[in-house]
């Protein structure tokens, strides 16, 4: 025993010292809620103050078990169009966080497998991708584009020569796609993977057969078909180019997009009236037309149209149109801001700072919700400090700025949310007003605000 114990004090003496800075922040990420957590342990594990890799290594594997207490399971998208000054234009802005869970379990398999490549594909074997389909009522659709490529990169990089290995860990997980919006993710991990015309072929009729199972999903299906037909394509001209001269790709493709076509269909969606000239197009540009059947534009009526997306708008309350109106008006009417001369005048100061009073003292009562209160006054406060010159009028904002986020309740549901507003902070902070923002930020006393301001002096984010 006391020889075991000695041995175990030799080994920790030979370990490299670990930075002292570094392991106050990894001590304080016990402070904070999960996701934040995990997205500051990723970030500190690429330090270059971090020498040792056994500690890289354990700093990772704490962010993968924090993950699991994420809000978010996974980030969402939709097709352009989506009004930014909306409940469902804030959901978008939120998910581009890239905060959820398996958004941040595929960052820690991918910086894993810079180190330990064995490891990072444990780790993402066990990723649960677990995706619900879309309803016709909510634009935004499931989006883990970012799990198929960590999985191509996994498996071009981390096999070494062993290709047959590489080529069933792809396959194996590429099985877990079924949603129309994870199938032009999945050509795209595909070409990446590099076949060779022997591997193309297998991994060819793999793809084929995840189409033919797919999941019929509507509002998915008209938020990726014009991306499908896009990749699917480019795939197969891929395949050929390495000699794989068949056209089994489109031909599954087509009657991929007819059963999805003939199936139910969001009324409010127009891309499907596009998708058979998008598809014969992508035919003629691989000079395949006299050997693949085209589609037929009035063979494919939808089974029933169902509802349409829901849009609300925000600004729709007295208190917040007025402060809406009077931060346009600060801004300027056009397309560009006013210019940095009149921003300067004295007038333009003072009219801010009676808007960053009102601001202040705006309570969201009237506001259906706490998030949509949360989002307008974060937008407001955050394109006035974006817009102002350096000023006594422009920290005042940032202060203020910085106490609402302090006293905001993220926990409810808008972690993720909470978080794009500080991640657009941390960008200004990039700039001229580094210290005066993260001075803010620090000073502010709040668990997470202070814990990335001292991780963009001591671990900048990449």
């Not at 991708?129 to 659709?141: F, K, R, S, T």
């Not at 891309?271 to 037929?296: C, F, H, I, Q």
């Not at 923002?437 to 963009?456: C, D, F, G, K, Q």
Request: some cysteine; overall charge neutral.
């Amino acid at each position: 025993m006391v020889a075991a114990a000695a041995g175990l004090v030799l080994r920790a003496a030979d370990r490299p010292a670990r930075d002292a800075d570094i392991s106050a922040l990894v001590a304080d990420t016990d402070l904070v809620a999960p996701e934040f957590a995990a997205d500051a342990l990723i970030r500190l594990s690429g330090s270059s103050r971090i020498t040792d890799a056994s500690w890289r290594l354990e700093l990772l594997d704490q962010a993968f078990q924090r993950t699991y207490g994420a809000q978010d399971q996974y980030g969402r998208s939709s097709p352009p169009g989506i009004p930014p000054d909306s409940r469902q234009g804030a959901d978008l802005f939120a998910s581009t966080t890239a905060l959820n869970r398996v958004s941040l379990q595929v960052r820690i398999a991918q910086v894993m497998a810079l180190t330990d490549p064995r490891r990072a594909r444990e780790l993402f074997e066990w990723i649960d991708l677990n995706l619900a389909p879309g309803v016709c009522e909510d634009p935004l659709v499931p989006s883990v584009d970012d799990y198929y490529t960590a999985l191509s990169f996994l498996a071009r990089t981390s096999f070494g020569s062993d290709r047959g290995e590489a080529l069933r860990f792809l396959q194996l997980y590429l099985w877990r796609a079924h949603l129309p919006s994870e199938m032009p993710a999945v050509a795209r991990a595909l070409q990446r993977f590099r076949p060779s015309a022997f591997e193309a072929t297998y991994l060819e009729g793999v793809f084929q057969n995840i189409l033919e199972s797919g999941t019929s999903d509507p509002r998915g299906f008209s938020a990726a078909d014009l991306d499908i037909v896009t990749r699917i394509a480019d795939l197969q001209k891929a395949y050929r180019d390495i000699g794989v001269l068949n056209f089994h790709l489109l031909d599954t493709l087509r009657e991929y997009l007819i059963a999805q076509l003939k199936g139910p269909r969001c009324s409010d969606s127009v891309t499907e009236s596009m998708t058979p000239a998008s598809y014969n197009a992508a035919v003629a540009r691989l000079g395949a037309s006299k050997l693949v059947d085209l589609m037929d534009p009035n063979g494919v009526r939808p089974s029933k149209m169902l509802g349409i997306a829901r849009i609300d708008m925000y600004w729709q309350t007295p208190e917040a149109r007025r402060l809406h109106e009077d931060a346009l008006d600060l801004r300027g009417r056009g397309q560009n801001p006013l210019p940095i001369r009149i921003r300067q005048t004295q007038q333009w100061r003072e009219q801010a700072e009676r808007l960053i009073v009102d601001l202040v003292q705006w309570t969201g009562r009237r506001e259906a919700t706490e998030r949509d209160y949360f989002f307008q006054k974060s937008f407001l406060f955050s394109g006035l400090i974006e817009l102002m010159p350096r000023s006594s009028v422009r920290t005042y904002a940032l202060r203020s700025f910085v106490e609402f986020m302090r006293h905001s309740d993220v926990d409810r549901d808008r972690r993720p949310l909470w978080f794009a507003f500080l991640t657009r902070l941390l960008e200004m902070a990039r700039g001229a007003e580094r210290r005066e923002i993260l001075a803010a930020l620090e000073n502010s006393h709040h668990p997470v605000l202070s814990l990335y301001a001292r991780m963009e002096r001591l671990a900048p984010a990449r």
